[in-house]
């Protein structure tokens, strides 16, 4: 069993990441770069303190995307709708953030629950769609994603932007009780120093919490047991007193919730608005996170990491005449790679067991009897 | 002929002998054999011993398209149809006939009325499936079949989705195909139409074959008998443990189906402290729905269920549960275990919000895992620890953790569904053992069972579902199997009593 879930667990990815910067180095090649000096070039730039915090600063959104993802994948439900609501949420947080000032630690909660509420009851759409109407989630969380854009876009440009006209559209600034401080005094600690402008966003700290939070509910609480057994075999769940529809809200709405939390690390840690050009793109790339780090907390930490890692070592291929583009390719075969090699290796594993326990209580069970 | 699955033997020196032109039943109880047998003759299944031979040449099939090459044709019991798609398309699908890289749907058509015509499956190429009734959808199968070239049709269990007047225009439509020079294998376990559509019977129990007759020799009673077995053991001599406590009253329980078909119609019943109802009948009868709507899993299911007093009608299954309902479900694959997971999480499956399976919002790992230990020791369920995921474990185990976690729950009534289905005869003797130990100490239990032996040596009282109605009420010392049987098909209807 010990040595069954190391294999799962460690095995699986490290393979699949191999498979992925071999598969990326034979595309370098046929386009005639060195891939030893391209990833020499990635290590070395991407490993500077700058770097690793900017690394962290963007893992932290992409592994509260994944988190989202992660808890309707449990069951079976797949929400692609986080993109367009984080960007809905952080905008509407960001407006209502500015609209007052109170002592900071109650501003900041206070924002958080605009934005997790935001998403949730954005989330709550595809959700009555679902148990209403049969609406199949993937189609609507698409579709609404698209309706989220331009909904926010509108309500930005129209009814949420500042007055004032400065060099760049945005929401007005959030007041300073309503920032979350940088982690930088922590770095001191150990006597790191960022330079300016590559502050360690302090909403890391909220995210680690979340994502305890996530394990202690999927894998330790009767609601966690509910909804994995929902997504193991629902027929099963719903003749044990789960109702599947009840499931279905909720769990959209842990989602919606979370999904509406994505945005919070940028925007209280370094917009303190919400601008024109506010980074987009967590939600979708929390599919992939989530599934790189097979719905387990952990693992979707390192991949929200590797990710980040990805994304800023990518910036010094461009400097080097290599196309940064090849990291995205990297990204794609990495997921891809993590599935398949986790189907190989869990299908060997489960072999192993079933074959183990068969030994273990030896064949005994061959009677004259009719399979149904 | 035989197969062996792992655990269990499905077919043992089967011996099929069918003449050329002729409509030949196969009939047995569920779990016979009867499809085994069938995917073994279509190719989708190979036996491990014995041979095919058609028309004197021996023919060992690797797939159903070998088969179809060969002449066989299947019509199966779930329609493989595209509901949007039209009669001509649905037919054609696979085999398309092509004039260069088009498909030649104009000579298709014409084939199809030609095919429809010579045999009485009358249909319009052009209309859409989704708007065929049932019958007409087995016609478009049967049709697909005869025009990939079939001259053996088998037809699994054609009736048991039909109304009374399509069954006739099915049976119809079989005498032309015979009187063609088609040769058709009709299995069924209705034996009323065996008997009236079949000119040999071959009647299958436990696997084997038990030997071939006709309708001229036998009644319904006597085919009934060949199925079941004349050898029934006869129900032991044994204290009755009944008392007079009803646990669960059910009164005028009805359910129907979402176009409206009645499921259920009126049924009512107690179960006392220490009884064991037996419910009997033939699969399809309304048995699921029965116990959907006892443990409210059929929210729409109207009528009244008292349970210690309490009334049950409007609560949601986990209260149902709560309240004192445990369910052995008939599927242990599709409703009873979540299959990857370890054994303490399936022992936990609908207990999970009692103790000792949680602990407040928790679940308690550790009191999950002794109480699992504890069904693992009592009920003998052979597995290395409570930690492997249940499809490590053979039919007959996981039978054995389903049946331990709801007794050793302890419900003031348990439904079990068809309990010992599809496991050996090992496993089979200790859930019986288990089930009379907890009727003896006071537990009420509701039997769903197609396996006559356990109802009647089992059952304090016998009630027949037959169109999801209850029938006839026997009393399990008295009944005989052509009794039982004659009620099961709907026979003995007038002599209800």
């Known amino acids: ?372 | 002929m035989t197969k062996r699955y792992p655990g269990v033997v499905a077919n043992k020196d089967v011996e099929l002998i069918v003449l050329p032109s002729e409509v030949h039943a196969v009939v047995g109880e569920n779990g016979a054999g009867k499809s085994t047998l069938m995917k073994i003759i279509y190719g989708m299944v190979r036996p491990d011993e014995g041979t095919i031979s058609i028309n004197g040449q021996p023919a060992a099939f690797r797939s159903p398209k070998e088969a179809i090459d060969a002449g066989i044709g299947m019509v199966h019991q779930h329609f493989m149809l595209a509901d949007n798609l039209t009669v001509l398309e649905n037919v054609v699908l696979g085999s398309e006939p092509r004039s260069g890289l088009e498909i030649d749907f104009d000579s298709a058509a014409d084939r199809i009325k030609e095919l429809g015509e010579s045999y009485g499956l009358h249909l319009n190429p052009s209309q859409r499936v989704e708007a065929l009734s049932v019958g007409e959808r087995q016609r478009v199968e049967i049709i697909k079949v005869l025009y990939r070239g079939a001259k053996i049709l088998i037809l699994d269990e054609p009736t048991a989705v039909l109304v009374p007047h399509e069954v006739d225009e099915l049976f119809d439509s079989i005498r032309e195909l015979t009187n063609e020079g088609q040769t058709v294998i009709f299995i069924s376990h209705k034996l009323d139409e065996v008997l009236s559509i079949a000119d040999r019977i071959t009647v299958m129990r436990a696997g084997r074959t038990v030997g071939t007759t006709t309708p001229a020799e036998v009644d319904a009673g006597e085919l009934a008998e060949m199925m079941i077995g004349s050898e029934l053991p006869s129900p032991e001599t044994r204290e009755s443990t009944v008392q007079e406590e009803v646990l669960l009253n059910v009164a005028d329980l009805s359910l129907l189906s979402g176009e409206g078909r009645p499921l259920l119609t009126g049924v009512s019943f107690q179960v006392r402290k220490g009884e064991i109802v037996g419910v009997a009948g033939v699969e399809g009868n309304g048995q699921g729905s029965l116990v959907d709507s006892i443990i409210g899993l059929a929210p729409a299911a109207t009528g009244e269920i008292t349970l210690l007093g309490e009334s049950l009608s409007h609560l949601p299954a986990r209260d149902r549960r709560g309240a004192g309902l445990g369910l052995i479900p008939e599927d242990r694959h599709r409703q009873g275990l979540l299959l990857p997971s370890p054994l303490w999480e399936n022992a936990a499956l609908g207990h999970q919000y009692q103790e000792p399976f949680a602990n407040g919002i928790w679940i308690d790992k550790k009191g999950s895992r002794r109480q699992t230990e504890e069904i693992v020791r009592r009920f003998a369920v052979k597995t290395p620890n409570v930690d492997v995921p249940a499809t490590a474990l053979s039919g007959g185990n996981q039978q054995k953790l389903v049946v331990g976690r709801e007794i050793v729950a302890d419900p003031a009534v348990l439904i079990a569904a068809q309990p010992t289905r599809g496991i050996d005869i090992g496993a089979q003797a200790a859930v019986w053992e288990e089930l009379k130990a907890a009727r003896a100490s006071g537990m009420g239990i509701l039997l769903i069972s197609a396996d006559l032996e356990e109802l009647i040596g089992l059952s304090d009282t016998i009630h027949v579902l037959f169109e999801g109605r209850f029938v006839a009420r026997l009393n399990p010392s008295e009944v005989t199997p052509e009794i039982l049987g004659s009620y099961m098909t709907g026979a003995g209807q007038e002599k209800a009593s």
């Open chain 1, 1 to 372: 069993m010990k040595s069954g879930r190391l294999l799962t667990a460690v095995v699986a990815p490290l393979v699949a990441l191999i498979i992925a910067f071999g598969i990326a180095a034979l595309a370098l090649l046929l386009v005639g770069i060195d891939p030893i000096q391209a990833y020499k070039e990635m290590i070395t730039f991407g490993t500077s303190t700058a770097s690793l915090i900017i690394t962290v600063n963007d893992a932290v959104p992409l592994f509260v995307s994944a988190l989202a993802v992660a808890v309707g994948f449990k069951m079976g439900l797949f929400n692609i709708g986080v993109e367009g609501a984080y960007l809905l949420a952080a905008l509407i947080g960001a407006y209502v953030g500015a609209l007052y000032s109170i002592t900071p630690v109650l501003h900041i909660l206070s924002i958080l629950v605009v934005c997790a509420s935001v998403g949730a009851l954005w989330a709550l759409i595809p959700a009555l769609l679902k148990v209403k109407r049969g609406v199949h989630e993937v189609i609507s969380t698409i579709m609404l994603n698209f309706i989220a854009f331009s909904l926010s876009a509108w309500l930005f440009l129209n009814v949420l932007k500042a007055e004032t006209s400065g060099l760049t559209i945005a929401t007005d600034l959030i007041p300073e009780t309503g920032w979350i401080p940088s982690l930088n005094g922590v770095l001191g600690w150990f006597g790191i120093e960022p330079r300016a402008g590559a502050d360690l966003h302090g909403f890391l700290v909220m995210a680690i919490v979340l994502g305890i939070v996530y394990h202690y509910l999927v894998n330790k609480s009767r609601f966690g047991y509910d909804l994995r057994a929902s997504g193991i075999n629902p027929s099963a769940a719903n003749a044990s007193g789960v109702d599947p529809k009840n499931m279905v809200v909720k769990t959209m709405l842990i989602s919606g919730g979370l999904a509406g939390l994505v945005g919070v690390s940028q925007l209280l840690g370094f917009y303190h608005q919400y601008p024109q050009d506010f980074p987009g793109g967590y939600g979708f790339a929390g599919i992939a996170v989530a599934l790189l780090g097979r719905n387990h907390a952990v693992g979707m930490a390192f991949g929200a990491v590797l990710f980040g890692f990805m994304n800023r070592a990518s910036l010094i291929l461009d400097l080097k005449d290599v196309p940064k583009e090849i990291v995205t390719i990297i990204q794609g075969i990495v997921v891809l790679a993590v599935v398949i090699v986790y189907e190989v290796i869990s299908r060997y594993v489960q072999r192993r067991t079933v074959a183990a326990a068969a030994r273990a209580t030896e064949a005994d069970e061959v009677g004259a009897g009719a399979a149904a």
